[in-house]
């Protein structure tokens, strides 16, 4: 997803390597999906899960008047990034940006560009711009994704120029970072009523050719080169992939096999009593793919995925809690770790199990991420931030990418897809907008039923449809 300060390690460079880690684990085993569909039953969960499970459902999680003053407040911030660094004319978005400075880089990210595309909707919805302005910069961008931004089979390349769409760094055509960019795409086709942005968002998903990408495996791959073909890596694992799964296999143009869903690994993880479904990798795998698709309230035949999140986080929580001997700064009111940029450059971190160098870095945006599974612990760290850091942790355009106040260093950069996770989860947490809007969309909720999903019993919802506040999910 990104690089900093230079192109630097991605997320890609832990997944390509972390595999190997599983049988050194004596925890960690992994749920065997069978070809037969079977009664969901949680039946890897331990007592702590459900106990903890079931006190959450039960404590207070309504956001009190100042809580949601505060998230407005920050919605604005991040939105300010998506307008004002995406390019007017192409509407493509930078992968980041100095906040301290005048910026003039033209690195421009696919992934940022889906993030921003939702941003607009909700910068629409509040009216932090006029709906002109908004279906304007949507129509504009949707026009050019679709005329000139260069792709392949209709999926495209990770890093590109933000003023004319042509591939930098030699990078890949990329499934995962397109999937976001879909996501965003798709989106706009069902808040805004403009009938060209409906018909161009329209023609831009159905262009994607997923039976392409599976041609030959239902393990997608990372990526395609004109140089070299696919990328030799997969989409085996749990992870933020979930998403381009979903996608693919709504797409009624070139669709997956239905078997691709229970192809990848759902490999089990435990700490502190504990255990969910993860991987190697920073938290921000339990948190992109539940930006857009609404997971609560249903399941496939191995887990309710909204919950196994809640879970993540919260053993995130206490893994940088158990490591206050060594980083004094983590407590109950500072803690989170995700990719992000640090004082030597940007780093995969995260855990548990420990993953990267951690160094006592505070990373803003993998708190807000989880906003929805953990509202209240999530935003006590916020408030903290932006409180206690301030203003070395805030700029024009919120947090900070990362800081760490035991060394002094505070990042002069923001990053675009930290940003977009921080901005769509605080209205998710707050009104589930992104959640009801993008799940509109009929691909969505075929991707949905081709993959087995069923509501949870005693939920009574419409089709493709969840309880408005995220808090009923856990009620």
């Not at 999906?33 to 404590?59: I, Q, V």
């Not at 089990?268 to 255990?275: A, E, H, T």
Request: with cysteine; aromatic share 14%.
């Amino acid at each position: 997803m990104g690089g900093a300060n230079g192109r630097g390690p991605s997320r890609r460079e832990l997944l390509k390597h972390a595999g190997s880690l599983a049988a050194a684990l004596p925890f960690l085993r992994r749920i065997q999906s069978g070809a037969a569909p079977s009664p969901f039953a949680s039946a890897y969960r331990t007592p702590a899960d459900e106990a903890f499970l079931r006190d959450l459902s039960r404590s207070d999680q309504s956001l009190s008047s100042d809580d949601d003053a505060f998230l407005q407040s920050l919605e604005e911030a991040n939105f300010k990034y998506f307008w004002e660094q995406a390019d007017p004319d192409s509407g493509l978005v930078k992968d980041r940006a100095n906040a301290r400075t005048t910026d003039t880089s033209e690195l421009g990210n696919i992934a940022a560009t889906g993030f921003g595309l939702t941003a607009l909707c909700i910068g629409d919805k509040r009216s932090f711009i006029t709906h002109k302005e908004a279906s304007d910069r949507v129509r504009k961008t949707l026009q050019f994704i679709w005329t000139q931004l260069p792709n392949h089979r209709g999926f495209f390349f990770h890093w590109t120029s933000i003023k004319t769409g042509e591939r930098l760094w030699g990078s890949e055509i990329s499934s995962i970072d397109t999937a976001i960019l879909l996501c965003g795409v798709l989106i706009c086709r069902t808040y805004f009523k403009d009938a060209e942005i409906r018909r161009l968002a329209g023609l831009i998903f159905d262009r994607v050719e997923w039976d392409w990408l599976s041609e030959d495996t239902e393990l997608l791959p990372h990526g395609w080169t004109p140089e070299g073909g696919f990328l030799h890596y997969r989409w085996a694992n749990y992870s933020e992939m979930m998403m381009m799964y979903l996608l693919g296999l709504g797409s009624h143009s070139h669709p997956l096999p239905a078997g691709s869903w229970y192809a990848w690994k759902r490999t089990l993880f435990q700490y502190d009593g504990l255990r969910y479904i993860g991987f190697f990798a920073p938290l921000f795998i339990h948190q992109y793919s539940q930006a857009w698709f609404d997971f609560r309230n249903k399941h496939d035949r191995d887990a309710d995925y909204f919950e196994n999140s809640i879970l993540a986080t919260e053993a995130h929580r206490r893994f940088c809690l158990d490591l206050a001997g060594e980083f004094p700064d983590y407590t109950e009111d500072l803690w989170g770790i995700t990719a992000s940029d640090s004082a030597t450059g940007y780093v995969v971190w995260g855990g548990p199990p420990a993953t990267g160098p951690i160094d006592g870095t505070v990373v803003p945006c993998a708190a807000a991420g989880s906003l929805p599974f953990l509202p209240k612990q999530c935003l006590r760290v916020l408030l903290n931030v932006k409180n206690r850091y301030s203003p070395k942790a805030w700029c024009p355009y919120g947090f900070v990418d990362a800081f760490n106040p035991l060394t002094n260093w505070y990042d002069t950069d923001v990053v675009g897809i930290n940003l977009g996770i921080t901005m769509l989860m605080a209205e998710n947490v707050r009104t589930g907008f992104v959640w009801q809007t993008f799940m509109k969309n009929p691909e969505a909720q075929r991707g949905f039923q081709r993959a087995g999903f069923v509501p949870k019993p005693g939920t009574v919802t419409a089709s493709g449809s969840a309880p408005t506040r995220p808090a009923e999910a856990r009620s």
